[in-house]
C-alpha cells in the first residue's frame, strides 16, 4: 500500500519545511510513505527547500496557473507514480500531520474513496466570527447542492483512494474543493469525513485576501458545479419562477377581466404575462437540453476514468518490469 503525500506550493520557501517536518514516517497499513510537490511557478526558493528536505517528486509550472490546476496536477503525477492513497495538504502548516492517519483511516477500512478533514472552525482562534460564518454557511449550501453530509466543504486536506482519484474531475481555475464535493456526491463517490486539527497560522491566507470577493467566486463555482451535474433541476427551477409569476399575473388579469367585464388599463400586464411565460418555457427547454448534454458529458466521464486506468495499469507493469 503506497501513499503519496502532495502539496501545492507557491511561493512557500519560509513554511515548507514546517509543513515538511510534521508529516507522519509511517502509519499501520500503509508500506511506503512517499512526498509531492506542486510548484505552482514559485519565484523564492521553494523548490530548492523541498529538494534540501529531500523531497523526489517534484511537478513545476513555468508561471502561477492557480490551486485547481496545481491540484489535479499532482493528482494525476501521484496515480502515475503507483499511488493507491494520496493525502492532499497544504504547505503553510494550517493542518497536523499527524492526522494523516486519521484522514487514511477510512480508505485503509475501505469505508470510503474520499475523505474530508473536518476543521474545529469554531475553535480556531485566527478565523474571524465572519469567516466562521462563511465557512458555515459556504458548507450548508455545498451539502444542500451535492446531497452529501460533509460538515466542513473548503477543507483541503483530503484523502482519496486510487478509485476515488482517477474519477475527479475539475473545470474551474480557482479551487478543487467544493466542486469535487459537489461531483462526488451526484456521482455516488463513497465519501465521508474525520475531525482534524489545526496549527496556529503562520502567514495569511491566500484564497481568503478578500472575504466578498472569496464569497463570490466560491457561489460561482458552487452554482456552475450544480448546473453541470444536475442541469434539468437548476434550469427548472429558474423556469418555473419566471413561468409561475407569469401564471400568477394571467391569473390576476382574468380575475379582473371577468369581474370588471374590461382588461382596459391592465394590457401592460397581460404583455409582461406573456413574456415571463415565454421566457419560463425557453428556459426549461434548455434545462432539458443541458440535461441531454449532462449525459453525454457522464459517457465521456466514463471513457475518460477507463483511459485514465489504463494509462496508470500500463505504468505500473512498466515499472515491475
Known amino acids: 500500500m503506497k501513499l503519496i503525500i502532495q502539496i501545492p506550493c507557491y511561493n512557500e520557501a519560509e513554511t515548507l519545511r514546517v509543513a515538511l517536518d510534521h508529516l507522519p514516517r509511517q502509519i499501520d497499513g500503509v508500506d511506503e510513505i512517499e512526498v509531492l510537490i506542486i510548484n505552482d511557478g514559485s519565484t523564492d526558493r521553494t523548490v530548492e527547500v523541498a ?4 523531497v523526489k517528486h517534484i511537478v513545476s509550472f513555468k508561471q502561477n496557473r492557480g490551486l485547481a490546476r496545481g491540484f489535479m496536477a499532482g493528482i494525476d503525477a501521484c496515480l502515475h507514480l503507483g499511488a493507491d492513497i494520496i493525502v492532499n495538504t497544504d504547505a503553510d502548516d494550517q493542518y497536523r500531520g499527524e492526522d494523516i492517519e486519521r484522514l487514511v483511516r477510512p480508505i485503509l477500512e475501505k469505508k470510503a474513496d ?17 469567516k466562521k460564518m462563511f465557512q458555515h454557511l459556504g458548507s450548508w449550501v455545498v451539502r444542500v447542492a451535492s446531497n452529501t453530509e460533509i460538515p466542513d466543504a473548503p477543507s483541503g486536506f483530503r484523502a482519496y483512494s486510487r478509485e476515488g482519484a482517477l474519477r475527479l ?12 464535493i459537489i461531483q462526488a456526491g451526484w456521482n ?36 456552475r458545479a450544480f448546473a453541470m451535474y444536475k442541469p434539468l433541476r437548476f434550469f427548472g427551477i429558474i423556469g418555473g419562477v419566471f413561468f409561475g409569476l407569469g401564471v400568477l399575473l394571467g391569473v390576476r388579469f382574468l380575475i379582473i377581466f371577468l369581474s370588471t367585464g374590461s382588461g382596459s388599463g391592465h394590457i401592460q400586464s397581460l404583455i409582461l404575462c ?43 507493469e512498466e515499472d515491475k518490469q
Open 51 to 54: 529538494r534540501e528536505w529531500g
Open 114 to 130: 474520499i475523505v474530508i478533514g473536518e476543521r474545529p472552525i469554531d475553535e480556531t482562534e485566527h478565523f474571524s466570527k465572519k
Open 169 to 180: 474531475n475539475v473545470v474551474n481555475d480557482y479551487s478543487y474543493t467544493l466542486e469535487t
Open 188 to 223: 455516488r463517490i463513497p465519501m465521508t469525513s474525520v475531525p482534524v486539527r489545526t496549527n496556529p497560522e503562520l502567514r495569511p491566507s491566500r484564497l481568503f485576501k478578500s472575504m466578498w470577493r472569496y464569497m463570490k467566486r466560491s457561489s460561482s463555482v458552487i452554482l
Open 274 to 316: 406573456a413574456a415571463l411565460l415565454m421566457i419560463g418555457v425557453q428556459v426549461i427547454v434548455a434545462g432539458v437540453q443541458a440535461d441531454l448534454i449532462s449525459d453525454n458529458r457522464k459517457l465521456l466521464e466514463d471513457v475518460q476514468y477507463r483511459v485514465r486506468k489504463m494509462e496508470i495499469d500500463r505504468a505500473g
